[in-house]
């Protein structure tokens, strides 16, 4: 008789299968992860280890160099020689930081202070595939210049440039010549570099002549070789000040009879001075073109504002005297006669380019009609304003290169009061009256005054 199994003799339900399964696939999944971990964590530590001699090498080729004037930021992912920084076919990437110190141990720029004593040196190294919430491998290193840029008997100049966005500029040429007391160095700093820095060293003590040049440069005073004076000391760095220098912008000036368009007769072309004045606005900054003639290209700063252009000189040379009379935005609502007149219509030209870029300015100016004897030259001298009428305390004159045949010529001039002359020289010349001169560009309804002055007026009428 065969007796029956008790249920604890019996096999393995489903459910207990399923149970079992899971366990050690939970297990097998940590066992994986901490096998891939430990793989990644001993592959990173290989890559640092590598990183940590590329970081290394960098540093013994930086210190190689001795000179800290030669040693820029950089970041590469290829050696000096082109080859990249390949290993284990892992590719790093080299990136070398600078700053200066200052012997208080201070990080300064190069032309943030007069006290540099040594160069920084930081090197740090990246690849692809760095565990997370890990630090790049990094070395550092301070190189001194091996002369010294100053000491106790001589002093150094050192020159920062940045342009009109405040970026360093490099291949800046930098010019340094004895003033008074130095003496000119035999050999001359280099250009600027990367970071926007030339160095001159072991100056004797006295005063020296600094000076910029780079081609269609210019800083915001609109020169565009800006030399600065500083004295030198033993023992010590100066810094000169120097404004920010920028690739030029370029205005082409087309000047335009205005208002009155329309009352020139068909056929004539406004003529210019031979010498002519054009004056330039930038906020605070005015500057005047002295050489200006239609469609010249005038190089200035690349001020964000742009510029109001004028036709005429706003200013005296020295900045002492002006002249509002030639700026039609001078110019408020009034009346001639019965004519009611808007303010400053047309307005000054406003025009903008940015660094080494160009852009016409469409300058609007008066106009005159004027029939001088044949054989005579025609000139303008700028009369006492005409009551009413924007003040003018610039005294300009203006001399036409044209040969008068006695047939009737038009002549741009700025606005405001005038006189026309002609002659067959300076010292020879006469006023020409109202019959041989004719306003054309006036909405309003000056005439020509009994000793000659023409009134040229910017506004429309109303």
Avoid at 174 to 194: E, I, L, R
Avoid at 328 to 350: D, E, F, H
Wanted: hydrophobic share 35%; glycine share 10%; net charge neutral.
């Amino acid at each position: 008789m065969h007796q029956r199994r008790t249920a604890s003799d019996e096999g393995l339900t489903l459910i207990e299968v399923m149970v079992a399964m899971l366990v050690f696939a939970i297990l097998s999944t940590g066992i994986v992860a901490g096998l891939s971990t430990i793989t990644r964590m001993t592959a990173d530590d290989r890559a640092r280890v590598t990183a940590q001699n590329l970081a290394s090498r960098e540093i013994d080729r930086m210190r190689a160099l001795a000179d800290p004037f030669k040693v820029m930021a950089a970041t590469t992912a290829a050696d000096r020689a082109g080859v990249a920084w390949t290993v284990d076919g892992r590719t790093y990437t080299v990136k070398r930081g600078v700053s200066w110190i200052t012997q208080a141990g201070v990080d300064a720029s190069c032309g943030g202070s007069s006290a540099l004593f040594a160069l920084r040196i930081n090197v740090r190294v990246t690849w692809p595939g760095m565990l997370a919430n890990t630090a790049p491998v990094q070395d550092d290193t301070l190189l001194a210049p091996t002369a010294g840029l100053s000491n106790d008997t001589t002093g150094g100049i050192v020159t920062s440039i940045t342009d009109d966005q405040s970026a360093p500029q490099q291949g800046v040429g930098v010019t340094v010549k004895a003033n008074t007391g130095g003496t000119t160095p035999a050999q001359q700093p280099a250009d600027t570099d990367s970071e926007g820095c030339s160095y001159a060293g072991n100056l004797a003590p006295g005063n020296y002549d600094v000076t910029l040049s780079k081609n269609g440069w210019i800083d915001g005073n609109q020169d565009a070789t800006p030399t600065k004076t500083v004295s030198v000391t033993k023992g010590a760095t100066t810094v000169p000040q120097f404004a920010p220098y920028a690739k030029a912008a370029s205005y082409r000036t087309a000047f335009q009879p205005r208002p009155a368009v329309a009352s020139i007769p068909s056929g004539y072309s406004m003529q210019l001075p031979t010498s002519f004045d054009t004056t330039f606005m930038s906020g605070d900054n005015i500057s005047v073109d002295s050489s200006a003639a239609q469609s010249k290209i005038t190089p200035r700063y690349p001020y964000a504002a742009g510029y109001g252009v004028i036709a005429g000189r706003l200013q005296s040379p020295d900045g002492t005297k002006t002249c509002a009379a030639v700026d039609p935005a001078a110019w408020g609502a009034g009346k001639v006669g019965t004519t009611q007149l808007q303010s400053g219509a047309p307005q000054r030209a406003t025009a903008y380019a940015a660094s080494g870029d160009s852009t016409y300015a469409y300058v609007p100016m008066g106009a005159v009609l004027v029939t001088a004897p044949a054989g005579t030259y025609v000139g303008a001298t700028q009369a006492p304003s005409a009551a009413g009428t924007p003040s003018c305390d610039v005294s300009s004159t203006y001399i036409y290169g044209f040969v008068s045949d006695g047939s009737p010529r038009l002549i741009g001039l700025p606005y405001g009061s005038w006189r026309i002359y002609a002659g067959t020289s300076v010292n020879n010349a006469t006023l020409l009256g109202s019959g041989q001169l004719k306003i054309v560009t006036n909405d309003a309804p000056w005439a020509v005054g009994s000793d000659g002055t023409v009134v040229l007026d910017p506004r429309r009428r109303q």
